[in-house]
T-cell receptor
Framework: GAVVSQHPSWVICKSGTSVKIECRSL??????MFWYRQFPKQSLMLMAT?????????EQGVEKDKFLINHASLTLSTLTVTSAHPEDSSFYIC?????????????FGPGTRLTVL | AQKITQTQPGMFVQEKEAVTLDCTYD???????LFWYKQPSSGEMIFLIY??????QNATEGRYSLNFQKARKSANLVISASQLGDSAMYFC???????????FGSGTQLTVLP
């Protein structure tokens, strides 16, 4: 199956700092990647859709200046949480759509647990 | 708007028995995809099975099968011969039309008892 990696798996930072999370498709090209946020015991909330070579599309209520997304290559998308605050603490998980498939199957990374002190 | 409903917040099943996790959906798009994902306590989302709206047969993947009833707009996941490692949160999801995005249900926490 398709493999997606995510780094780091967890990060603790001070309030006001920026944190970058990387999402890579390891064995396939992904023209489209997605970033989700998940609170404990809740479902996944889509934050943005990242398309290679173009600007990300953000969901309503997600601050694009706060959550910077870059999809510079067919295998890498990054999410930068700028000036992080405690309320940004959450589980962030990315996914990549396998362009080889006619379905919209998304393969997920292992997630990043962010704690802002 | 698209909506996925999972009405069972928690389910228990005895090891080696079969279990059905319910999922209903709502969409006006004639073409859509239905997915099930498993999320263990480690947090990773594991793709289990896919069903296309035009597929005539129910999808199967090993011990997983999807009971697709289009007229009732239901896509229940059946896990046969449950194993302790099946204990996890299970999410039903839908990708309607050409949206390419997934809409997730609220999830069902499955616990397999020894």
């Amino acid at each position: 199956g398709a493999v997606v990696s995510q780094h780091p798996s967890w990060v603790i930072c001070k309030s006001g700092t920026s944190v970058k999370i990387e999402c890579r498709s390891l064995d396939f090209q992904a023209t489209t990647m997605f970033w989700y946020r998940q609170f404990p015991k809740q479902s996944l909330m889509l934050m943005a859709t990242s398309n290679e070579g173009s600007k990300a599309t953000y969901e309503q209520g997600v601050e694009k200046d706060k959550f910077l997304i870059n999809h510079a290559s067919l295998t890498l998308s990054t999410l930068t949480v700028t000036s992080a605050h405690p309320e940004d603490s959450s589980f962030y998980i990315c996914s990549a759509r396998d362009s080889r498939l006619f379905t919209d199957t998304q393969y997920f990374g292992p997630g990043t647990r962010l704690t802002v002190l | 708007a698209q909506k996925i409903t999972q009405t069972q917040p928690g389910m228990f099943v005895q090891e080696k028995e079969a279990v059905t996790l319910d999922c209903t959906y709502d969409t006006s798009d004639p073409s859509y995809g239905l997915f099930w994902y498993k999320q263990p306590s480690s947090g990773e989302m594991i793709f289990l099975i896919y069903q296309g709206s035009y597929d005539q047969q129910n999808a199967t993947e090993g011990r997983y099968s999807l009971n697709f009833q289009k007229a009732r707009k239901s896509a229940n996941l059946v896990i046969s011969a449950s194993q302790l490692g099946d204990s996890a949160m299970y999410f039903c999801a839908m990708s309607p039309g050409s949206a390419r995005q997934l809409t997730f249900g609220s999830g069902t926490q499955l616990t397999v008892l020894p």
